[in-house]
C-alpha cells in the first residue's frame, strides 16, 4: 500500500519560511519523480516545483528564487523549503510520486500565509 504522509504546514507571516515534508512507503522512492502542488480554494490544482529521480528540479514561475524541493533518497522523504512566503502562496500543498504513468498523491497539507 502506497502512503504519501505530508507535515509541516501552518500559519506564518508574510517573509517567514516553512519546511514541507513528505513521506513515502509502499514504493521504491528513489526510483519515483517527486513533486509538489498546491491547490487555493477555487482554482486549480497547480505544479510547484518538481524533481527527477536523478535531481534535476524545475519550479514554478511564481515560486523561482523563494522554494527549493529536494529529496532525502535513505528517508524516503522529499522537502519543499518555502522562503519569503507571500499572502498569495496560501493554499493546501500535496506532495506527488510519479514514474511510468504510475501517480500518487498524499492528502495534502494547509499553509496559511497571513499577518
Known amino acids: 500500500q502506497v502512503q504519501l504522509v505530508e507535515s509541516g504546514g501552518g500559519l506564518v507571516q508574510p517573509g517567514g519560511s516553512l519546511r514541507l515534508s513528505c513521506a513515502a512507503s509502499?514504493?521504491?522512492?528513489?526510483?519515483?519523480?517527486m513533486g509538489w502542488y498546491r491547490q487555493a480554494p477555487g482554482k486549480q490544482r497547480e505544479l510547484v516545483a518538481r524533481?527527477?529521480?536523478?535531481?534535476?528540479?524545475n519550479y514554478a514561475d511564481s515560486v523561482k528564487g523563494r522554494f527549493t524541493i529536494s529529496r532525502d533518497n535513505a528517508k524516503n522523504t522529499a522537502y519543499l523549503q518555502m522562503d519569503s512566503l507571500k499572502p498569495e502562496d496560501t493554499s493546501i500543498y500535496y506532495c506527488?510520486?510519479?514514474?511510468?504513468?504510475?501517480?500518487?498523491w498524499g492528502q495534502g497539507t494547509q499553509v496559511t500565509v497571513s499577518s
Open positions: 506527488n510520486a510519479f514514474r511510468n504513468g504510475y501517480a500518487y
Open positions: 524533481i527527477t529521480s536523478i535531481g534535476i528540479t
Open positions: 509502499g514504493i521504491i522512492f528513489s526510483n519515483y519523480h
